[in-house]
Protein backbone atom coordinates (compact mmCIF):
# COMPACT_ATOMS: atom_id res chain seq x y z
CA UNK A 1 0.00 0.00 0.00
CA UNK A 2 1.29 3.44 -0.90
CA UNK A 3 -0.55 6.35 1.57
CA UNK A 4 -0.05 9.84 0.93
CA UNK A 5 -0.47 12.77 3.32
CA UNK A 6 -3.91 13.05 3.98
CA UNK A 7 -5.51 10.36 6.25
CA UNK A 8 -8.47 10.26 3.80
CA UNK A 9 -6.53 9.48 0.78
CA UNK A 10 -4.93 5.81 -0.11
CA UNK A 11 -3.18 4.35 -3.15
CA UNK A 12 -3.69 0.36 -3.19
CA UNK A 13 -2.40 -1.81 -5.86
CA UNK A 14 -5.27 -4.14 -7.61
CA UNK A 15 -4.75 -7.84 -8.42
CA UNK A 16 -6.40 -7.02 -11.73
CA UNK A 17 -5.54 -8.56 -14.86
CA UNK A 18 -7.47 -6.57 -17.51
CA UNK A 19 -7.10 -3.75 -20.18
CA UNK A 20 -8.40 -0.14 -19.35
CA UNK A 21 -11.14 -0.50 -21.80
CA UNK A 22 -12.12 -4.31 -20.04
CA UNK A 23 -12.44 -2.28 -16.86
CA UNK A 24 -14.21 0.76 -18.27
CA UNK A 25 -16.80 -1.64 -19.35
CA UNK A 26 -17.27 -3.22 -16.29
CA UNK A 27 -18.02 -0.01 -14.72
CA UNK A 28 -20.19 1.40 -16.96
CA UNK A 29 -22.21 -1.67 -16.80
CA UNK A 30 -23.41 -0.42 -13.53
CA UNK A 31 -23.26 3.17 -13.61
CA UNK A 32 -21.58 6.40 -15.25
CA UNK A 33 -17.21 6.15 -15.76
CA UNK A 34 -14.88 8.47 -17.84
CA UNK A 35 -11.72 7.01 -18.95
CA UNK A 36 -8.48 8.90 -20.04
CA UNK A 37 -6.70 6.01 -21.93
CA UNK A 38 -3.47 5.97 -23.95
CA UNK A 39 -4.22 3.74 -26.60
CA UNK A 40 -0.91 4.40 -28.16
CA UNK A 41 1.77 5.10 -25.94
CA UNK A 42 4.30 7.61 -27.45
CA UNK A 43 7.83 8.52 -25.74
CA UNK A 44 7.35 11.88 -23.97
CA UNK A 45 3.68 11.44 -24.54
CA UNK A 46 1.13 10.21 -21.86
CA UNK A 47 1.33 6.82 -21.05
CA UNK A 48 -0.87 5.54 -17.67
CA UNK A 49 -4.59 5.01 -18.26
CA UNK A 50 -6.93 6.65 -15.86
CA UNK A 51 -10.60 5.90 -15.05
CA UNK A 52 -13.33 7.11 -12.81
CA UNK A 53 -16.64 6.29 -11.46
CA UNK A 54 -19.21 8.15 -10.22
CA UNK A 55 -18.29 12.00 -9.86
CA UNK A 56 -18.39 13.90 -5.75
CA UNK A 57 -19.19 16.92 -7.38
CA UNK A 58 -19.61 18.42 -11.57
CA UNK A 59 -18.35 22.05 -12.16
CA UNK A 60 -19.90 22.94 -15.58
CA UNK A 61 -20.59 26.28 -17.63
CA UNK A 62 -23.65 27.22 -18.93
CA UNK A 63 -25.02 30.00 -20.58
CA UNK A 64 -25.95 31.79 -17.40
CA UNK A 65 -22.87 30.86 -14.70
CA UNK A 66 -20.64 28.25 -13.61
CA UNK A 67 -22.03 26.07 -11.19
CA UNK A 68 -20.74 23.54 -8.36
CA UNK A 69 -23.42 20.69 -7.92
CA UNK A 70 -22.99 17.49 -5.71
CA UNK A 71 -24.25 13.95 -6.87
CA UNK A 72 -27.87 14.95 -5.99
CA UNK A 73 -27.76 18.05 -8.69
CA UNK A 74 -27.93 20.39 -5.70
CA UNK A 75 -26.12 23.43 -6.15
CA UNK A 76 -23.20 24.23 -3.69
CA UNK A 77 -21.69 27.40 -5.16
CA UNK A 78 -21.91 30.16 -8.46
CA UNK A 79 -19.01 31.81 -10.18
CA UNK A 80 -20.17 34.05 -13.18
CA UNK A 81 -16.65 33.18 -14.83
CA UNK A 82 -15.18 29.82 -15.32
CA UNK A 83 -11.55 30.46 -14.68
CA UNK A 84 -12.17 32.34 -11.52
CA UNK A 85 -14.22 28.89 -10.62
CA UNK A 86 -11.24 26.61 -11.55
CA UNK A 87 -8.91 28.83 -9.38
CA UNK A 88 -11.19 28.19 -6.38
CA UNK A 89 -11.70 25.16 -6.94
CA UNK A 90 -8.20 23.85 -7.80
CA UNK A 91 -6.85 25.65 -4.61
CA UNK A 92 -9.70 23.81 -2.81
CA UNK A 93 -8.09 20.92 -3.68
CA UNK A 94 -4.38 20.89 -3.16
CA UNK A 95 -3.99 18.14 -1.21
CA UNK A 96 -0.15 16.89 -1.28
CA UNK A 97 0.98 14.17 -3.51
CA UNK A 98 2.65 11.69 -0.90
CA UNK A 99 4.40 8.98 -2.16
CA UNK A 100 3.18 7.48 -5.52
CA UNK A 101 3.98 4.64 -7.85
CA UNK A 102 6.62 6.42 -10.47
CA UNK A 103 4.16 7.90 -13.46
CA UNK A 104 0.67 7.87 -11.37
CA UNK A 105 0.57 11.58 -12.33
CA UNK A 106 -3.69 11.91 -11.67
CA UNK A 107 -4.66 10.27 -8.13
CA UNK A 108 -7.59 12.49 -7.94
CA UNK A 109 -9.00 16.06 -8.82
CA UNK A 110 -11.03 17.10 -12.02
CA UNK A 111 -11.43 14.79 -15.00
CA UNK A 112 -13.21 16.31 -18.04
CA UNK A 113 -13.57 18.82 -21.08
CA UNK A 114 -13.74 22.71 -21.62
CA UNK A 115 -15.01 23.90 -24.53
CA UNK A 116 -13.45 26.08 -27.57
CA UNK A 117 -16.38 28.69 -26.34
CA UNK A 118 -14.46 29.08 -23.08
CA UNK A 119 -13.04 32.07 -25.29
CA UNK A 120 -15.88 33.90 -24.74
CA UNK A 121 -15.17 34.76 -21.24
CA UNK A 122 -11.62 35.67 -22.30
CA UNK A 123 -12.51 37.88 -25.42
CA UNK A 124 -15.03 39.89 -26.53
CA UNK A 125 -16.39 37.75 -30.04
CA UNK A 126 -19.17 38.45 -32.30
CA UNK A 127 -22.14 36.37 -32.08
CA UNK A 128 -23.18 34.90 -35.57
CA UNK A 129 -23.14 31.02 -34.90
CA UNK A 130 -25.60 29.10 -33.97
CA UNK A 131 -25.72 26.92 -30.49
CA UNK A 132 -26.38 23.75 -31.65
CA UNK A 133 -26.38 21.38 -29.45
CA UNK A 134 -26.52 23.58 -26.01
CA UNK A 135 -23.87 21.63 -24.73
CA UNK A 136 -22.54 23.44 -21.35
CA UNK A 137 -18.97 25.68 -22.04
CA UNK A 138 -16.94 23.56 -19.58
CA UNK A 139 -17.85 19.91 -18.02
CA UNK A 140 -15.47 18.85 -15.47
CA UNK A 141 -15.81 15.86 -12.56
CA UNK A 142 -14.49 15.78 -9.01
CA UNK A 143 -13.33 12.23 -9.33
CA UNK A 144 -12.54 11.29 -5.48
CA UNK A 145 -11.94 7.35 -6.40
CA UNK A 146 -9.44 6.71 -9.68
CA UNK A 147 -8.10 3.36 -10.55
CA UNK A 148 -4.67 3.89 -12.70
CA UNK A 149 -3.27 1.49 -15.02
CA UNK A 150 0.81 1.05 -15.30
CA UNK A 151 1.08 0.00 -19.24
CA UNK A 152 4.77 -0.66 -18.18
CA UNK A 153 4.06 -3.19 -14.89
CA UNK A 154 0.48 -3.76 -16.21
CA UNK A 155 -0.65 -3.29 -12.60
CA UNK A 156 -4.03 -1.44 -11.50
CA UNK A 157 -3.50 1.08 -8.61
CA UNK A 158 -6.99 2.38 -6.88
CA UNK A 159 -6.84 5.81 -5.60
CA UNK A 160 -9.00 7.18 -2.56
CA UNK A 161 -9.34 10.72 -1.35
CA UNK A 162 -11.33 13.03 0.21
CA UNK A 163 -12.11 17.19 0.05
CA UNK A 164 -13.64 18.18 3.14
CA UNK A 165 -16.57 20.17 2.28
CA UNK A 166 -16.84 18.94 -0.95
CA UNK A 167 -16.98 14.84 -0.39
CA UNK A 168 -18.25 12.52 2.61
CA UNK A 169 -16.83 9.30 3.21
CA UNK A 170 -18.52 7.90 0.12
CA UNK A 171 -17.86 3.98 1.38
CA UNK A 172 -20.44 2.49 -0.37
CA UNK A 173 -19.49 3.82 -3.92
CA UNK A 174 -15.75 3.27 -3.27
CA UNK A 175 -16.78 -0.38 -2.63
CA UNK A 176 -19.47 -0.52 -5.50
CA UNK A 177 -16.16 0.71 -7.76
CA UNK A 178 -14.31 -1.90 -6.47
CA UNK A 179 -16.63 -4.91 -6.93
CA UNK A 180 -17.77 -3.39 -10.35
CA UNK A 181 -13.88 -3.30 -11.37
CA UNK A 182 -13.28 -7.38 -9.89
CA UNK A 183 -16.84 -8.12 -11.76
CA UNK A 184 -17.36 -10.24 -14.91
CA UNK A 185 -16.68 -8.50 -18.36
CA UNK A 186 -20.71 -7.30 -19.74
CA UNK A 187 -22.28 -8.42 -22.74
CA UNK A 188 -20.51 -5.97 -25.89
CA UNK A 189 -22.73 -3.29 -27.56
CA UNK A 190 -23.00 -1.76 -30.15
CA UNK A 191 -24.20 1.01 -32.33
CA UNK A 192 -25.13 2.48 -35.69
CA UNK A 193 -24.79 5.94 -37.58
CA UNK A 194 -26.33 6.98 -39.95
CA UNK A 195 -24.85 9.02 -43.17
CA UNK A 196 -22.94 11.69 -42.53
CA UNK A 197 -23.89 15.29 -44.13
CA UNK A 198 -21.43 18.31 -43.57
CA UNK A 199 -22.90 21.67 -42.24
CA UNK A 200 -21.59 23.60 -44.48
CA UNK A 201 -21.45 21.77 -48.09
CA UNK A 202 -18.46 21.49 -50.06
CA UNK A 203 -19.09 24.33 -52.49
CA UNK A 204 -19.70 26.05 -49.74
CA UNK A 205 -16.45 25.25 -47.82
CA UNK A 206 -14.39 25.74 -50.57
CA UNK A 207 -15.70 29.63 -50.68
CA UNK A 208 -15.06 30.06 -47.38
CA UNK A 209 -11.44 29.34 -47.65
CA UNK A 210 -11.23 31.93 -50.65
CA UNK A 211 -12.93 34.21 -47.91
CA UNK A 212 -10.12 33.69 -45.94
CA UNK A 213 -7.28 33.71 -48.78
CA UNK A 214 -8.92 37.60 -49.28
CA UNK A 215 -8.79 38.59 -46.29
CA UNK A 216 -4.93 37.29 -45.83
CA UNK A 217 -4.13 39.09 -49.19
CA UNK A 218 -5.61 42.38 -47.55
CA UNK A 219 -3.24 41.93 -44.39
CA UNK A 220 -6.76 40.98 -41.98
CA UNK A 221 -4.85 37.96 -41.05
CA UNK A 222 -1.95 35.56 -41.51
CA UNK A 223 -4.29 31.92 -40.65
CA UNK A 224 -7.10 30.94 -39.54
CA UNK A 225 -7.76 27.27 -38.89
CA UNK A 226 -11.05 26.86 -40.47
CA UNK A 227 -13.18 24.01 -40.04
CA UNK A 228 -16.81 21.78 -40.17
CA UNK A 229 -19.24 20.25 -38.62
CA UNK A 230 -20.38 16.24 -39.77
CA UNK A 231 -23.66 14.81 -38.36
CA UNK A 232 -25.49 12.04 -39.11
CA UNK A 233 -28.46 9.37 -36.62
CA UNK A 234 -27.08 7.63 -34.04
CA UNK A 235 -28.68 4.52 -32.12
CA UNK A 236 -26.66 2.39 -29.57
CA UNK A 237 -23.65 2.59 -26.98
CA UNK A 238 -21.23 5.41 -27.46
CA UNK A 239 -18.47 2.95 -25.48
CA UNK A 240 -18.97 0.82 -28.52
CA UNK A 241 -18.06 3.65 -31.02
CA UNK A 242 -15.23 4.53 -28.58
CA UNK A 243 -14.04 0.74 -28.77
CA UNK A 244 -13.96 1.20 -32.27
CA UNK A 245 -12.51 4.48 -32.70
CA UNK A 246 -9.54 3.35 -30.73
CA UNK A 247 -8.91 -0.01 -32.63
CA UNK A 248 -8.62 1.90 -36.12
CA UNK A 249 -6.61 5.06 -34.25
CA UNK A 250 -4.99 4.31 -31.08
CA UNK A 251 -3.84 7.50 -29.57
CA UNK A 252 -2.07 8.72 -26.58
CA UNK A 253 -4.69 10.95 -25.43
CA UNK A 254 -7.93 8.92 -26.13
CA UNK A 255 -10.60 9.49 -23.88
CA UNK A 256 -14.32 9.01 -22.89
CA UNK A 257 -16.13 11.01 -21.22
CA UNK A 258 -20.41 10.52 -20.37
CA UNK A 259 -22.60 13.46 -20.95
CA UNK A 260 -26.25 13.92 -19.97
CA UNK A 261 -28.21 11.90 -22.78
CA UNK A 262 -24.55 10.92 -24.80
CA UNK A 263 -20.87 11.02 -24.63
CA UNK A 264 -17.92 12.07 -25.84
CA UNK A 265 -15.17 9.69 -27.69
CA UNK A 266 -11.89 11.50 -28.53
CA UNK A 267 -8.52 9.73 -30.04
CA UNK A 268 -6.78 13.07 -29.93
CA UNK A 269 -2.74 12.89 -30.99
CA UNK A 270 -2.05 16.43 -30.01
CA UNK A 271 -1.36 17.46 -26.38
CA UNK A 272 -2.22 21.35 -25.49
CA UNK A 273 -0.74 21.82 -22.03
CA UNK A 274 0.65 20.03 -19.34
CA UNK A 275 1.76 21.73 -15.79
CA UNK A 276 4.26 19.17 -13.83
CA UNK A 277 5.08 21.26 -10.68
CA UNK A 278 6.13 24.71 -12.34
CA UNK A 279 7.34 23.67 -15.98
CA UNK A 280 4.56 23.99 -18.69
CA UNK A 281 5.10 22.19 -22.53
CA UNK A 282 3.03 22.29 -24.99
CA UNK A 283 2.75 20.19 -28.77
CA UNK A 284 1.07 22.28 -31.28
CA UNK A 285 0.04 20.23 -34.55
CA UNK A 286 0.75 22.12 -37.87
CA UNK A 287 0.74 20.06 -41.52
CA UNK A 288 -0.72 16.86 -42.11
CA UNK A 289 -0.02 14.55 -44.92
CA UNK A 290 -2.30 11.54 -45.51
CA UNK A 291 -0.74 7.72 -44.99
CA UNK A 292 0.62 6.02 -48.42
CA UNK A 293 -0.93 2.91 -49.60
CA UNK A 294 2.38 1.35 -48.90
CA UNK A 295 6.09 1.50 -48.11
CA UNK A 296 7.07 3.93 -50.49
CA UNK A 297 4.69 5.94 -50.97
CA UNK A 298 4.17 6.24 -46.98
CA UNK A 299 8.02 7.40 -46.94
CA UNK A 300 7.23 9.55 -49.77
CA UNK A 301 4.49 11.42 -48.08
CA UNK A 302 6.33 11.89 -44.71
CA UNK A 303 9.36 13.29 -46.64
CA UNK A 304 7.16 15.47 -48.68
CA UNK A 305 5.89 17.10 -44.92
CA UNK A 306 9.12 17.66 -43.47
CA UNK A 307 10.33 19.46 -46.64
CA UNK A 308 6.74 21.16 -47.35
CA UNK A 309 7.43 25.04 -47.01
CA UNK A 310 3.92 25.79 -46.56
CA UNK A 311 3.57 23.51 -43.41
CA UNK A 312 6.33 24.58 -41.60
CA UNK A 313 4.96 28.33 -42.41
CA UNK A 314 2.07 27.08 -40.52
CA UNK A 315 3.54 25.56 -37.90
CA UNK A 316 6.10 28.21 -37.03
CA UNK A 317 3.20 30.49 -36.85
CA UNK A 318 1.66 28.61 -34.04
CA UNK A 319 4.52 28.05 -32.25
CA UNK A 320 5.25 32.11 -32.27
CA UNK A 321 1.62 32.49 -30.93
CA UNK A 322 2.08 29.97 -28.13
CA UNK A 323 5.47 31.30 -27.13
CA UNK A 324 3.49 34.87 -27.12
CA UNK A 325 0.49 33.03 -25.14
CA UNK A 326 2.68 31.56 -22.58
CA UNK A 327 4.99 34.86 -22.10
CA UNK A 328 2.10 35.92 -20.70
CA UNK A 329 2.48 33.69 -17.22
CA UNK A 330 6.12 32.61 -17.73
CA UNK A 331 9.37 33.24 -15.93
CA UNK A 332 11.36 36.38 -18.33
CA UNK A 333 13.68 33.94 -20.35
CA UNK A 334 12.15 30.90 -19.59
CA UNK A 335 10.01 30.59 -23.00
CA UNK A 336 11.62 27.82 -25.38
CA UNK A 337 11.14 25.89 -28.36
CA UNK A 338 12.29 22.28 -27.59
CA UNK A 339 11.52 20.40 -30.31
CA UNK A 340 10.64 22.01 -34.21
CA UNK A 341 9.20 20.42 -37.41
CA UNK A 342 9.47 16.84 -35.13
CA UNK A 343 7.50 14.13 -37.56
CA UNK A 344 4.15 11.96 -35.78
CA UNK A 345 2.85 8.64 -37.66
CA UNK A 346 -0.55 8.42 -37.15
CA UNK A 347 -2.64 5.66 -38.04
CA UNK A 348 -4.18 7.52 -40.99
CA UNK A 349 -2.05 10.95 -41.25
CA UNK A 350 1.49 11.92 -40.73
CA UNK A 351 1.71 15.26 -38.55
CA UNK A 352 4.26 18.11 -38.05
CA UNK A 353 4.65 18.80 -34.33
CA UNK A 354 6.60 21.54 -32.40
CA UNK A 355 7.38 21.39 -28.47
CA UNK A 356 7.35 24.39 -26.14
CA UNK A 357 8.10 25.08 -22.88
CA UNK A 358 8.05 27.87 -20.10
CA UNK A 359 8.15 28.28 -16.69
CA UNK A 360 5.01 29.42 -15.09
CA UNK A 361 6.19 32.95 -12.86
CA UNK A 362 5.63 33.05 -8.99
CA UNK A 363 1.91 34.25 -8.41
CA UNK A 364 0.49 32.59 -11.61
CA UNK A 365 -1.07 29.47 -10.84
CA UNK A 366 -3.21 26.73 -13.65
CA UNK A 367 -6.22 29.30 -14.25
CA UNK A 368 -4.24 31.61 -15.28
CA UNK A 369 -2.04 29.66 -17.45
CA UNK A 370 -5.10 28.51 -19.01
CA UNK A 371 -6.62 32.12 -19.58
CA UNK A 372 -3.99 32.73 -21.00
CA UNK A 373 -3.57 30.44 -23.82
CA UNK A 374 -7.28 29.80 -24.51
CA UNK A 375 -8.05 28.85 -26.58
CA UNK A 376 -5.47 26.19 -28.30
CA UNK A 377 -3.69 28.12 -30.71
CA UNK A 378 -3.37 24.96 -33.45
CA UNK A 379 -7.32 25.51 -33.21
CA UNK A 380 -7.65 29.11 -34.11
CA UNK A 381 -4.62 31.12 -36.17
CA UNK A 382 -3.19 34.09 -36.47
CA UNK A 383 -3.26 37.22 -34.95
CA UNK A 384 -5.41 34.83 -32.56
CA UNK A 385 -8.21 36.98 -31.58
CA UNK A 386 -9.05 38.28 -35.22
CA UNK A 387 -8.87 34.25 -36.60
CA UNK A 388 -11.49 33.42 -33.96
CA UNK A 389 -13.59 36.31 -35.45
CA UNK A 390 -13.11 35.13 -38.55
CA UNK A 391 -13.85 31.58 -37.26
CA UNK A 392 -17.65 33.30 -35.94
CA UNK A 393 -18.51 35.23 -39.09
CA UNK A 394 -17.88 31.69 -41.45
CA UNK A 395 -19.07 28.50 -39.58
CA UNK A 396 -22.54 28.11 -39.01
CA UNK A 397 -22.51 26.23 -35.72
CA UNK A 398 -20.63 26.87 -32.53
CA UNK A 399 -17.83 24.84 -32.05
CA UNK A 400 -18.53 22.97 -28.77
CA UNK A 401 -16.34 20.72 -27.27
CA UNK A 402 -14.50 20.48 -30.74
CA UNK A 403 -11.46 22.65 -30.03
CA UNK A 404 -11.15 22.66 -26.93
CA UNK A 405 -9.35 20.74 -24.38
CA UNK A 406 -10.21 17.08 -22.16
CA UNK A 407 -8.03 16.13 -19.52
CA UNK A 408 -7.66 16.27 -15.17
CA UNK A 409 -6.28 18.71 -12.87
CA UNK A 410 -4.64 16.31 -10.09
CA UNK A 411 -5.21 17.05 -6.60
CA UNK A 412 -1.55 17.71 -6.00
CA UNK A 413 -1.60 20.47 -8.84
CA UNK A 414 -0.38 18.74 -12.20
CA UNK A 415 -2.63 18.96 -15.27
CA UNK A 416 -2.68 17.32 -18.52
CA UNK A 417 -5.13 18.57 -21.65
CA UNK A 418 -4.80 17.07 -24.81
CA UNK A 419 -6.85 19.50 -27.83
CA UNK A 420 -10.25 18.35 -28.63
CA UNK A 421 -9.94 16.94 -32.70
CA UNK A 422 -10.81 13.26 -34.02
CA UNK A 423 -13.40 13.36 -31.96
CA UNK A 424 -16.99 12.67 -32.18
CA UNK A 425 -19.40 13.82 -30.19
CA UNK A 426 -22.51 11.65 -29.27
CA UNK A 427 -25.73 12.88 -27.88
CA UNK A 428 -29.49 13.01 -28.01
CA UNK A 429 -29.36 9.98 -31.14
CA UNK A 430 -27.33 11.98 -33.06
CA UNK A 431 -23.43 11.95 -33.62
CA UNK A 432 -21.12 14.33 -34.18
CA UNK A 433 -18.01 15.13 -36.05
CA UNK A 434 -15.65 18.28 -36.68
CA UNK A 435 -12.45 18.21 -38.71
CA UNK A 436 -10.61 21.15 -39.90
CA UNK A 437 -6.71 22.94 -41.26
CA UNK A 438 -5.20 25.93 -41.55
CA UNK A 439 -5.47 28.46 -44.23
CA UNK A 440 -2.62 30.18 -45.15
CA UNK A 441 -1.41 32.49 -48.07
CA UNK A 442 -0.94 29.54 -50.32
CA UNK A 443 -3.13 27.55 -49.89
CA UNK A 444 -5.40 25.66 -52.13
CA UNK A 445 -9.55 25.53 -51.54
CA UNK A 446 -9.65 22.21 -52.70
CA UNK A 447 -6.47 20.59 -50.75
CA UNK A 448 -7.41 22.41 -47.56
CA UNK A 449 -10.87 20.40 -47.80
CA UNK A 450 -9.02 17.29 -48.89
CA UNK A 451 -6.75 17.54 -45.98
CA UNK A 452 -9.68 17.69 -43.23
CA UNK A 453 -11.33 15.01 -45.12
CA UNK A 454 -8.07 13.08 -44.56
CA UNK A 455 -8.17 13.64 -40.39
CA UNK A 456 -11.64 12.68 -40.14
CA UNK A 457 -11.28 9.68 -42.48
CA UNK A 458 -10.53 6.80 -39.75
CA UNK A 459 -13.57 8.42 -37.73
CA UNK A 460 -16.04 8.07 -40.57
CA UNK A 461 -14.49 4.82 -41.37
CA UNK A 462 -15.98 3.92 -37.79
CA UNK A 463 -19.10 5.24 -37.83
CA UNK A 464 -19.41 3.58 -41.20
CA UNK A 465 -18.98 0.55 -40.32
CA UNK A 466 -20.77 -0.06 -36.83
CA UNK A 467 -19.36 -2.31 -34.01
CA UNK A 468 -19.68 -5.41 -32.61
CA UNK A 469 -16.06 -5.35 -31.38
CA UNK A 470 -15.35 -7.40 -27.75
CA UNK A 471 -14.15 -5.40 -25.09
CA UNK A 472 -10.28 -5.72 -25.18
Known amino acids: MYCVADSGSSILTLPLAATPQALCGRVLARGPAALLESSKPMPGQAGWSYLAGPPAAVLETDAQATWLRDPQGRVLQRWSDPFDALRE ?22 LGWLGYDMARHVERLPVQ ?3 DPALPAMRLLLCDQVLAHDPATQRWHACRSHWPGLTDARDDAWHALLDAAAGPAPAATQFQAGALQSRTPAPRYLQQVREVLELIARGDLFQANLSHRLEGRFDGDPFALYRTLTAL ?22 RFLRLDGREVSARPIKGTRARGADAPADAQQRAALAASVKDRAENLMIVDLMRNDLGRVAQVGSVRVAGLFEIEAHPSVFQMVSTVRARLRDGAGTADL ?25 EPVRR ?14 GMDLSVVIRTAVV ?17 DPRDEL ?7 RLLLHALREGSTLPLR
Not at 370 to 394: D, F, H, N, Q, Y
Open 427 to 443: HDRRVMVQVGGAVVADS
Open 450 to 456: DETLAKG
Open 89 to 110: VLARTALPAGARPAGLDFAGGW
Open 400 to 413: GPYAGAIGYFDAAG
Open 129 to 131: AAI
Open 249 to 270: NPAPFAAYLPLPHGAIASVSPE
Open 370 to 394: LRACWPPGSMTGAPKVRAMEVIESL
